[in-house]
């Protein structure tokens, strides 16, 4: 079985422009998929947190629309990071996926 068959929950290819917070310091990134359990996004500069970090994710989609999420750090990769939406925000998360279905029609 491959890696993406034993995903639990299937991706969305998006481009968003986002901000990770830890603790007292934000790291610009970029959103690449996104799905109901979490996100890949490109690694930020000088990023220093190592996987198992609770942290605050905010992702960008316009002036208007910003959408804030706990996350915890799952994987730390070469060019990109792994974040696990954290239980609790099924609302957010489902506005989070409504939103990102409206970015590319702009």
């Known amino acids: 079985m491959s890696y993406a068959e034993k995903r639990r929950h299937p991706r969305l290819s998006v481009f968003s422009a986002a901000m990770i ?3 007292d ?3 610009l990134s ?5 799905s109901q ?3 890949r996004v490109a690694m930020p500069r ?3 947190a190592p996987g198992g970090t609770e942290c605050k994710l905010f992702l960008i989609f316009d002036q208007e629309t910003v959408i804030g999420l706990r996350v915890r750090v799952v994987r730390v990769g070469k060019e990109d990071l792994g ?3 954290m239980q609790g925000q099924e609302a ?3 506005q989070l996926l409504y939103e990102s279905r409206f970015q590319d029609q702009e």
Do not use: T, Y
């Open 21 to 23: 917070v830890v603790e």
């Open 92 to 94: 957010r998360v489902a």
């Open 25 to 27: 310091d934000g790291f």
């Open 46 to 48: 000088n990023w220093h």
């Open 37 to 39: 359990g979490g996100a």
């Open 30 to 34: 970029e959103v690449q998929d996104l």
């Open 83 to 85: 974040l696990e939406f």
